[in-house]
């Protein structure tokens, strides 16, 4: 069984962010430790308290092998900020991020890490490059969704990286200190944001590999994280100016207000109920399915459940009406001055957006 000479300063961090991987972490920690023999290393876990007992598993290991260290987030959720806080924990000079399912190839970590003595910023494990391969781990589907974010995403940072949504990358403890900060907690693509701010000047490079088929648990890829990561997309073409969270949040704004019309033409059209009471029951219809779009796009990383989601559907409502009032005052104000309805409409319905977007963020979802 191949163990990591005994030392006190690793040349190495690797990052492992989890989320249900009991099954596969032995596995990992077996095939991290035979690929950097002889480099002194260490291994971090990052867990977002899985269910399956992945933290205690990684506990467990540690008690065998003092290198393999564990980190149980309460309360936070995201690969981003998983990958972050683990980057920000890291005891050696160069930091390693990789998937803790085995689909990453960890053979490859040696050659990454000459790489980076060899005066690199940042090495990308790719499955583009010549040489590499999505191999079977990516379905059809997810090989043509992955194919067209790649494309999006090299459009964005304008850099000649053949695989920058890769979850398999390796950079200097100094630059994650600084970007680590500013990358967003939502979403799965952190490489991608790395990419973006450490600008062109940085030394990017790329070690081929090939993607291996999952051995244990499900994919955490899914709807929420693609549109996690078209959000990341857009904010990241304006500059950063807007906000992920708050472009989904509008997104979900804007849904709500087809979600009201309908409900108003069927309880008012349909139903024949009078206009006010039609009104005020579309309204809540709406700001509804707002709170419940939010909470499972918006705010996935930190998702009411329980009876909480109820306490959280009457703050947002408040909040939301309190918007309302806002809405109101402002579009009036706007009005008096030229007396242009169209702007002063967007104008109220600018403030109520981003009123709502920051009350709720600190009310309802508690993010501080």
């Known amino acids: 069984m191949p163990q990591p000479p005994q030392m006190h300063s690793p040349e190495?961090?690797?990052?492992?962010?989890?989320?249900?991987?009991?099954?596969?972490?032995?596995?990992?920690?077996e095939r991290i430790d035979a690929a950097l023999a002889g480099i002194p290393h260490e291994i971090l876990v990052v867990d977002d308290d899985s269910p399956d007992g992945t933290a205690a598993a990684a506990r467990a290991i540690g008690r065998d092998k003092p290198h393999v260290r564990c980190i149980r987030r309460i309360g936070r959720r995201g690969l981003s900020g998983a990958c972050a806080e683990g980057m920000m924990a890291a005891a050696a000079p160069v930091v390693a991020v990789m998937d803790a399912d085995g689909q990453h190839d960890e053979t490859i970590l040696p050659a990454m890490l000459a790489r980076i003595a060899a005066g690199a910023d940042v090495v990308v494990g790719s499955r583009y490059?010549?040489?590499?391969?999505?191999?079977?781990?990516?379905?059809?589907?997810?090989?043509?969704?992955?194919?067209?974010a790649t494309r999006l995403s090299q459009l964005v940072l304008k850099r000649a990286v053949s695989d920058p949504m890769s979850?398999?990358?390796?950079?200097?403890?100094?630059?994650?200190?600084r970007v680590a900060g500013s990358v967003a907690r939502e979403g799965f693509k952190v490489l991608f944001d790395i990419l973006w701010r450490v600008g062109p000047q940085a030394r990017v490079e790329e070690v081929p590999f090939t993607f291996r088929e999952r051995q244990q648990g499900e994919s955490k890829l899914g709807f929420v994280v693609t549109m996690q990561f078209l959000g990341l997309l857009v904010s990241r073409l304006t500059g950063g100016l807007l906000p992920v969270q708050f472009l989904l949040f509008a997104l979900v704004g804007f849904s709500g207000l087809f979600v009201h019309l309908a409900a108003l033409y069927v309880l008012a059209e349909v139903g024949g109920?009078?206009?006010v009471w039609s009104q005020l029951a579309a309204t809540l219809i709406a700001m509804t399915t707002n709170f419940l779009l939010n909470n499972w796009l918006t705010f996935a990383h930190r998702r009411l459940k329980g009876w909480r989601v109820l306490y959280g559907l009457v703050t947002f409502c408040l909040v939301c009406s309190l918007g309302a009032v806002a809405n109101i005052s402002v579009a009036v104000w706007v009005y008096q001055f030229d007396k242009a309805t169209m702007l002063a409409g967007l104008a109220g319905a600018l403030m109520s957006s981003v009123f709502n977007y920051a009350v709720t963020k600190l009310v309802t979802w508690q993010d501080v």
Do not use: C, H, K, Y
């Open 273 to 275: 109920l009078s206009f």
């Open 129 to 148: 490059a010549a040489g590499g391969s999505a191999g079977a781990g990516l379905t059809r589907t997810r090989a043509r969704g992955s194919e067209l």
């Open 167 to 177: 979850g398999f990358f390796m950079l200097r403890r100094e630059l994650a200190d």
């Open 12 to 29: 190495l961090t690797i990052v492992l962010p989890t989320f249900n991987e009991a099954g596969n972490l032995a596995m990992m920690v």
